[in-house]
């Protein structure tokens, strides 16, 4: 079953002017990495006792890893749901949340304070099974390996069909001396290419027991990233500090997975000057309402149950944060249950839109607003700790122009016309990325 | 025939993943409870007691100064750095004596340092065990060469403890291990309460220690306020605190008696219990997703028939 022919890779050049602008950021936010390298975290984060973990946690790894859980929501719908029409988002999801994952991990290292004992995840007698971290990181882990190789058939496809202009412009471009044997080289870059041929049909046979792998990690490391909190009970606000922790994070990152999903379609839409796919964009928000309001009802149970109620409805800093993050979410579910909005692409922006900030908020809440360590203790991020979080997005961003650029990732517009066209199409603003049909000619 | 044995396969893992999560969820239920040691060693100090000299606090870091990575800390006034004067507990210093002062007549000292919990938040939390509490001393260690600088004991310590070093490339986490490897090790007590002059720091096992306390409580009842703060504060603490002022202006928070690993403990047994739901789950999807997508290869077969 090759579904080679389903994705294309996008027409165009990489390296436009956004490529540039992009890189400028990503490489400012890694000089300031290099300063804390040298000089200690104190030197770039305003982090402190009180509040050991910044945005750096807060939003690269637990708000950044919920964006990027639009592969984890759609391969729920396409495997688990069998809805096979959204088969063609699939790989672009994916790709989102490789990255996503992968910068979570990259963040992970420049908070770690000793990143060199990070080896000890991998030593039994070393593990901490209490340790909701613990579970947190080898997850992670395993899910970051997940995504790659649930990523690889586009590589593989990509390797199969390619005829080496890059390798051999780079060979022309080097000196004779150092230019390796033009005979050589070819001969070695086919045998990678057999390589790939040899390789895919046998991962495709096993992709679907790593599919499910990358549907149950993260179940439990969302989840997990809930649990993080638990222990916190005399500093996270009874607003937010609940047994139902990691039950909140789990529903939280899947609505917020599939809000992402209609607003990367909307936007690359836009973008692209295409028609909007109203019809699977409110079939997927068709499902966001389950979902939110199964959220919205524990939360509320479980203020009641814990007779919060009344501090939820305070009017106080703590309280109007809550009902910030509330009723956000629940606006934005609000709005979906009109099937006129659901089929109108500036309703289903502005839900989703809604429906993301909210949950992304109530992890905010969760580990920063709502945690008071006691008093003199303030936290606010500084400007060179802002920089490496933007300064990695902007990597995310820009690898993912790359990638889409390289491998086959988008969907076929020419086969699947009725299909979205599901790229992040914020970053390719200002480009001319026009989609020359191409047929391609997969090996059968 | 062999497509159909993995698929009865499949099923059955479901089936039998299924039944084991529903016993998993049925035997996680039970607690499995806290047992408080009292022959560990710990400390007590009496506010009331205290004279404020810092003493302990100059002990404490003339004797781990090395050992711990505690530096001198200069104050603002002083450029010179002729003292040491940490303005709260940090990644240079373990203890460190404060004064609250409510008015001329009711002040009292406090000295922090870690309260050696019987079951410690920083240790449940820590994910590489760099964090570990001693079997029969019941002294909570920390292990730099083990620790990757998560800080997730800081968020999980109620007491604020585990300091960490902010402003070094290569950093540790802070905290006291009563002297473990330095003065208990060579004159069987701690630095601070060795050289205590006014007797305000205890040392010893804990059942003595709460003894002494209670004593104290009973023989001066208008001294104190008639409460041991560490008895029964997050499952109990081998550091235990008298004093004549409430303890929470003290900077002393105020904590339930339930352990906040007990509760974190119990949600996180409860889903993993074994391992049993993380596997009932992926068998359980495996299962669908497979037979998903023979569905649909099928339908293709189908349909690529047809369009020939």
């Known amino acids: ?99 996503g994952y992968g910068l979570a991990g990259f963040s992970v290292m420049v908070d770690l304070g000793r990143p060199w004992n990070a080896y000890n995840f991998f030593i039994p007698s070393k593990w901490q099974a209490n340790s909701a971290m613990f579970e947190v990181a080898l997850c992670v882990m395993a899910y970051s390996t997940v995504l790659i190789l649930e990523f690889l058939p586009a590589i593989l496809t990509s390797i199969e069909q390619s005829k080496w202009e890059r390798m051999n412009a780079i060979r022309n471009w080097l000196h004779p001396r150092f230019a390796p044997d033009k005979k050589t080289m070819e001969d070695k870059l086919e045998m990678v290419r057999l390589g790939a041929l040899w390789l895919k049909p046998r991962l495709n046979k096993v992709l679907i027991f790593f599919i499910v792998l990358g549907i149950t990690l993260p179940t439990m490391h969302q989840s997990s990233l809930g649990s993080l909190l638990l222990i916190a009970s005399t500093k996270l606000h009874p607003l937010w500090h609940t047994g139902f922790l990691p039950l909140l994070f789990l529903l939280n990152c899947i609505f917020i997975g599939y809000s992402i999903a209609i607003l990367e379609s909307i936007i690359s839409s836009y973008s692209f000057k295409r028609p909007f796919e109203i019809e699977e964009l409110s079939g997927l928000a068709g499902l966001i309402p389950f979902v939110t309001v199964i959220w919205l009802s524990v939360v509320i149970g479980d203020l009641a149950h814990r007779n919060q109620i009344a501090a939820a409805l305070k009017g106080d800093f703590y309280s109007g944060w809550f009902m910030t993050e509330f009723l956000l979410v629940a606006g934005g579910s609000l709005i979906l249950f009109v099937k006129k909005c659901r089929r109108s692409a500036r309703w289903l922006f502005i839900s989703a839109s809604m429906i993301v900030l909210g949950g992304a908020l109530y992890r905010f809440n969760v580990y920063l607003i709502g945690f008071n360590p006691g008093q003199g203790w303030r936290y606010f991020p500084s400007f060179a700790e802002v920089m490496i979080t933007v300064g990695i997005v902007a990597l995310e961003i820009l690898g993912y122009k790359v990638f889409v650029a390289l491998f086959p990732v988008l969907p076929n517009m020419d086969l699947h016309g009725a299909h979205k066209k599901k790229g992040h199409a914020k970053k390719h603003k200002g480009e001319q990325a026009k989609q020359v049909p191409q047929s391609e000619a997969t090996a059968h | 025939m062999k497509k159909t044995s993995r698929r009865d396969f499949l099923k059955l893992a479901g089936a039998t993943g299924a039944g084991l999560l529903a016993c998993g969820a049925g035997s996680a239920l039970a ?39 505690l530096s001198y800390e200069k104050a603002k006034f002083d450029e010179d750095g002729l003292w040491d004067a940490p303005s709260d507990l940090s990644g240079s210093t373990r203890t460190l004596i404060k004064l609250f002062k409510e008015s001329e007549q009711r002040w009292s000292y406090v000295k922090y340092s870690c309260m050696h919990c019987q079951k410690p938040s920083c240790v449940s939390v820590c994910p590489v065990s760099a964090m570990t ?135 996180q047994h409860t889903i993993y219990k074994g391992f049993i739901a993380p596997v009932a789950l992926y068998s359980t999807l495996c299962f669908i997703a497979v037979k998903n997508m023979k569905k649909h290869d099928s339908h293709d077969d189908d349909h690529k028939k047809g369009d020939k």
């Open chain 1, 1 to 99: 079953m090759g579904h080679s022919e389903e994705y294309k890779k996008l027409e165009g050049k990489i390296f436009t002017k956004s490529f540039y602008i992009l890189l400028s950021v990503v490489l400012l936010g890694f000089y300031f990495v290099g300063v804390r390298y040298v000089k200690g975290i104190g030197a770039v984060s305003n982090m402190s006792d009180g509040y050991p973990w910044g945005i750096w946690i807060t939003y690269d790894v637990a708000t950044g890893t919920a964006i990027a859980c639009g592969g984890y929501a759609v391969a729920i719908l396409v495997y688990i749901r069998n809805r096979m029409q959204y088969h063609p988002m699939i790989r672009s999801a994916i790709l989102t949340s490789m990255f």
């Open chain 2, 31 to 69: 607690n499995e409870g806290l047992q408080v040691n009292n022959e560990e060693l710990g400390m007590l100090y009496d506010a009331t007691k205290c004279v404020g000299c810092k003493a302990c606090m100059s002990a404490c870091k003339r004797v781990n100064h090395d050992y711990g990575s």
């Open chain 2, 133 to 267: 509490k001693e079997k029969v001393s019941g002294i909570v260690d920390y292990n730099k060469n083990t620790c990757i600088g998560c800080r997730y004991c800081q968020i999980a310590c109620p007491y604020n403890i585990p300091k960490f070093q902010w402003e070094k490339a290569v950093p540790q986490i802070v905290k006291c291990d009563l002297c473990k490897a330095t003065n208990l090790r060579e004159k069987g007590i701690s630095a601070c309460a060795e050289v205590c002059p006014a007797g305000a720091i205890k040392f010893g096992k804990r059942k003595e220690l709460l003894e002494e306390a209670h004593q104290r409580l009973k023989d001066a009842p208008d001294k104190y306020v008639q409460h041991v703060y560490g008895e029964h504060e997050g499952g109990g603490t081998n550091h235990l605190y008298l004093a004549s002022m409430p303890f929470n202006k003290l900077g002393l928070p105020e904590i339930k008696p339930e352990a906040p690993a007990e509760f974190s403990e119990k949600i």
